[in-house]
């Protein structure tokens, strides 16, 4: 009788790494998600305060000073962008699509 456990073992250990990958590549692509959905929710609170152009721009400060990869701009056409650094946890993938942006935007409209 043959012993095919070692051979099974081997064939193991050459395909662990995809795996890794492949799950590690999943939970990024959720965080993706999440980011976008913080940043939209952000995105609505410094909408909902954009009348009150003081009040804006301290709450600007307030959310930059909380996560420094994050850049609020306001343009003249009335439109509030943010956009978010995002750095990937699978091996080898910032070498690729470094640096990635989430990036998320609203118009504002004055009543």
């Known amino acids: 009788m043959n012993n095919n456990r070692g051979q099974a073992l081997i064939e193991f250990i050459l395909i662990l790494p995809i795996i890794i990958i492949l799950i590690l590549g999943m939970i990024d692509i959720g965080r993706i998600y999440i980011t976008k959905y913080e940043l939209l929710n952000t995105l609505d609170d410094l909408v909902l305060v954009s009348k ?45 699509l470094s640096p990635y942006y989430i990036e998320v935007s609203r118009a504002i409209y004055e009543q």
């Open 52 to 96: 009150d152009v003081d009040r804006l721009n301290e709450k600007i400060v307030t959310v930059t000073a909380d996560d420094p990869s994050l850049r609020i701009k306001l343009t003249d056409d009335n439109k509030l962008h943010i956009r978010k650094t995002y750095q990937f946890i699978t091996p080898g993938v910032n070498l690729i």
